[in-house]
């Protein structure tokens, strides 16, 4: 009943800047539901960029990304952001927004393997950012 929507990938010069946007329908932001957003370059695995609860966005980056890529949200628009500054040929790929309800508390981001996709219910169908150099 969850859906995701992705939005806001394009291509851009190395050092450029895109926000992506996912609307979640069906999913209450609060301290006890939960997003991230998950990259995919062409011949990689899947990897974990951000997770955050949807309340107080308690927010765990992958190192590859902090200090670069900034999660926001809109309460009234049910939508999560991420800005993503400063972008690298590397970031390029597809961005998939996920989530998850539980546990409570806002906290389970800081667990160690919370980036794992497996650990999401809920996805979104992608957007393709491409990074030229």
């Known amino acids: 009943q969850v859906q995701l929507l992705e939005s806001g990938g394009g291509s851009v010069q190395g050092g450029g800047s895109l926000r992506l946007s996912c609307v979640a329908s069906?999913?209450?932001?609060?301290?006890?539901?939960?997003m991230g957003w998950f990259r995919q370059a062409p011949g990689k695995d899947r990897e974990g960029v951000v997770c955050t609860d949807t309340g107080r966005l308690i927010t765990s980056y992958a190192d590859s990304v902090k200090g670069r890529f900034t999660i926001s949200k809109d309460n009234a628009k049910n939508t999560l952001y991420l800005q993503l500054d400063n972008l690298k040929p590397e970031d390029t790929g597809t961005y998939y927004c996920?989530?998850?309800?539980?546990?409570?508390?806002?906290?389970?981001?800081?667990?160690?393997?919370?980036?794992?996709?497996?650990?999401?219910?809920?996805w979104g169908q992608g957007t393709q950012v491409t990074v030229s150099s």
């Open positions: 996920a989530a998850r309800r539980g546990p409570y508390g806002g906290t389970w981001c800081a667990s160690r393997s919370a980036l794992n996709e497996e650990n999401f219910a809920y």
């Open positions: 069906g999913l209450t932001f609060s301290s006890e539901s939960y």
